[in-house]
């Protein structure tokens, strides 16, 4: 008897170095081995934002060792949720995927004052959507 398939989450971002970096953070470490995770950009920067780093670390999650991933085709059709962050990011569509925009201010050039209440509002996102999912939140 197999076990059913967790649900695959892709979240997208332009330099895949902010938002998409703390959100797949996030639901990594919220949903445990309860849903897969990616992340990546269209234009990948070199690295991820350093005032992102330092506000994950505050919560406990350290992102230092990420790097910014390019966005393939392949990512999205094998994810069943695909998240754009807010950037106006083309993504590939294929259907029977679910496609969600979250709008977000944009971490970079930011200090890590200014990065706090966008990473806060990525938590409650991610939060809400492990409870859409049916996935338990890993303590």
Not at 45 to 63: F, R, W
Request: hydrophobic letters at 40%.
């Amino acid at each position: 008897m197999s076990s059913p398939a967790v649900p695959s989450v892709l979240f997208v971002c332009v330099h895949n170095a902010g938002r998409s970096q703390m959100a797949a953070a996030f639901l990594s470490r919220l949903g445990g081995d309860g849903v897969q995770v990616r992340s990546a950009g269209s234009a990948p920067a070199d690295a991820v934002n350093p005032a992102v780093v330092e506000a994950m670390k505050e919560t406990g999650i350290d992102i230092s060792a990420e790097t910014p991933k390019v966005l393939t085709a392949d990512a999205v059709q094998s994810s069943d949720v695909v998240i754009t962050m807010g950037c106006g990011d083309a993504c590939p569509y294929f259907p029977g995927k679910r496609y969600l925009d979250w709008t977000l201010d944009d971490p970079a050039g930011q200090g890590v004052q200014a990065v706090r209440p966008i990473r806060d509002d990525i938590e409650r996102r991610v939060r809400g959507l492990l409870a859409e999912l049916g996935i338990e939140v890993t303590p």
